[in-house]
Nanobody, 120 residues
Framework: QVQVVESGGGLVQFGGSLRLSCTAS????????MAWYRQAPGKPRDLVAR??????EYADFVKGRFTISRDNAENTVYLQMNDLEPEDTAVYFC???????????????WGSGTQVTVSS
């Protein structure tokens, strides 16, 4: 089995910073990409940032403010969020696209999310 667990959410003021962490653990053969999504109430779940190997991609609404990084040895991905705005308030979900030991096809494994609230 594989578990994906996020941490680091909380309440922060406008213009503040937070760092989210996400670790995948369990019967992992190989992780290909790790990503952060977010979902605000009544809105769809949107990709925030994704990293695979040396590459990273960001949603336009976070470019220049958020940075995704990965510790391959620890199967962990981070999301450094700076200059936070009330519009960034959402539940942030981590996903790892990986191959589990004994299973041929890789798939996405999701965490349960961590709440980020930015006050104005």
């Amino acid at each position: 089995q594989v578990q994906v667990v996020e941490s680091g959410g909380g309440l922060v003021q406008f213009g503040g910073s937070l760092r989210l962490s996400c670790t995948a653990s369990g019967s992992i053969f190989k992780i290909f990409t790790m990503a952060w999504y977010r979902q605000a109430p009544g809105k769809p779940r949107d990709l925030v940032a994704r990293t695979g190997g040396e590459s990273a991609e960001y949603a336009d609404f976070v470019k220049g403010r958020f940075t995704i990084s990965r510790d391959n040895a620890e199967n962990t991905v981070y999301l450094q969020m700076n200059d936070l705005e009330p519009e960034d308030t959402a539940v942030y979900f981590c996903t790892a696209y990986l191959r589990e030991i004994g299973i041929h096809r890789p798939r996405d494994y999701w965490g349960s999310g961590t709440q980020v609230t930015v006050s104005s």
